[in-house]
C-alpha cells in the first residue's frame, strides 16, 4: 500500500511543479505583454493620426 501512496504523491507533487512552472510562464508572459502594450498603444495612436 506504501508505494502506491508513494507514487500517487510523486504524481501529485510532479503536477503541482508543471502547473507552477506554466502559471511562472503566463505570468512572464503577461509581463511582456503589459511592458509591450504601451508601445503598441502609442503607435496605433499614431497610425490613427496619420489616417
Request: aromatic residues 6%; positive net charge.
Amino acid at each position: 500500500m506504501e508505494s502506491v501512496e508513494d507514487e500517487r504523491r510523486a504524481e501529485l507533487q510532479e503536477r503541482l511543479g508543471m502547473s507552477m512552472s506554466a502559471a511562472l510562464r503566463s505570468v512572464m508572459n503577461r509581463r511582456l505583454f503589459l511592458q509591450a502594450l504601451p508601445n503598441w498603444m502609442t503607435s496605433g495612436q499614431a497610425k490613427v493620426r496619420s489616417f
